[in-house]
């Protein structure tokens, strides 16, 4: 299944900078998505979401930004800080549906002090 | 903040025995899910359930599977004659409405030997 798809497993950044995390998916049906941090020994945590009507959703540090034309969304957090290292995975579903999470192979980022 | 609860932490079953995974979710959610990771694999959806009945399976739901809300507050999964291969994570979430973000546990690692 590489409906959802993460190309980067990992990702090394300084504490105070952008981290930029990126998701890509071809089902043109998805139209909901959504960005979930996972701490080991935890169950995925809800960060953000953006519906397919917007192309930017803002909550503090974090912005997603979504590109329908290119398939693409990503995660920005600025500034980065120690407490963001943890795995990071998009989802997306149709909104309609409401029902069936489909997930990326998740990013692991580090932030370093 | 009310949390999704599983339990067992961790389950180790002989293969082809039952098991029964049993999941909280939180109080005035309606919408129910299981979700599994195998290790080094994405997480992937299961069933979701509403209204007391299933209202989406994946392929990976086969007979072996079934779900049950026996009472108010718990939502079970169990899985029959259990198999090397459904060794995973398994990972309960809830939401109030089906179109809104999903809230996981922290999962129950299932160990078949």
């Known amino acids: 299944d590489q409906q959802v798809k993460q190309n980067s497993p990992s990702l090394s950044v300084q504490e105070g900078r952008i981290s930029i995390l990126n998701c890509d998916y071809t089902?043109?049906?998805?139209?909901?998505f959504l960005w979930y941090k996972k701490y080991p020994a935890e169950g995925p945590t809800f960060l953000i979401s953006?519906?397919?009507?917007?192309d930017k959703n803002e909550d503090g540090r974090f912005t997603v930004f979504l590109n329908k034309s290119a398939k693409h969304l990503s995660l920005h957090i600025v500034p980065s800080q120690p407490g963001d290292s943890a795995v990071y995975f998009c989802?997306?579903?149709?909104?309609?549906?409401?029902?069936?999470?489909?997930f990326g192979e998740g990013t692991q980022l580090t932030v370093n002090p | 903040e009310p949390e999704v609860t599983q339990t067992p932490s961790h389950q180790v079953t002989q293969m082809g025995q039952e098991v029964i995974l049993r999941c909280v979710p939180i109080?005035?959610?309606?919408?129910f899910y299981w979700y599994r990771q195998i290790l080094g694999q994405k997480v992937e959806f299961l069933v979701s359930?509403?209204?007391?009945?299933?209202?989406?399976k994946s392929e990976i739901f086969d007979d072996q599977f079934s779900v049950e809300r026996p009472d108010g507050s718990n939502f079970t999964l169990k899985i029959r004659s259990t198999k090397l291969e459904d060794s995973a994570m398994y990972f309960c979430?809830?939401?109030?409405?089906?179109?809104?973000?999903?809230?996981f546990g922290d999962g129950t690692r299932l160990s078949i030997l």
């Open positions: 989802a997306a579903d149709w909104e309609t549906s409401g029902s069936r999470l489909t």
């Open positions: 089902n043109s049906m998805f139209d909901y």
């Open positions: 953006i519906s397919s009507i917007k």
């Open positions: 109080s005035n959610h309606l919408y």
């Open positions: 359930f509403y209204n007391n009945e299933i209202s989406e």
């Open positions: 979430a809830s939401n109030r409405q089906g179109n809104q973000p999903q809230h």
